[in-house]
């Protein structure tokens, strides 16, 4: 099973990542690509990025970049 990393973004939330790409933000967690795309973890996942204006996830995992682009 595929997981990912939940990268603290400056304090204010956490992004998904494939993997760490600048050294200066810290892990917080993993999260596995199941837990990633059920609805409703995805619905309030983008709503507090949103929030945040934070981006939800980086990676290349296709999958996941079509369920988690840009929205407004």
């Known amino acids: 099973m595929k997981t990912f990393l939940k990268v603290d973004y400056k304090g204010k939330y956490f992004v998904i990542q494939d993997e760490m790409y600048e050294q200066d933000y810290f892990t917080c967690g993993t999260i596995t690509k199941e837990e990633a795309l059920k609805p409703e973890f995805v619905e309030e996942h983008k709503e507090f990025c949103n929030y945040y204006g934070i981006p939800c996830y980086i990676g290349k995992d ?9 929205y407004k």
């Open 62 to 70: 296709k999958e996941m970049s079509k369920v988690y682009k840009k």
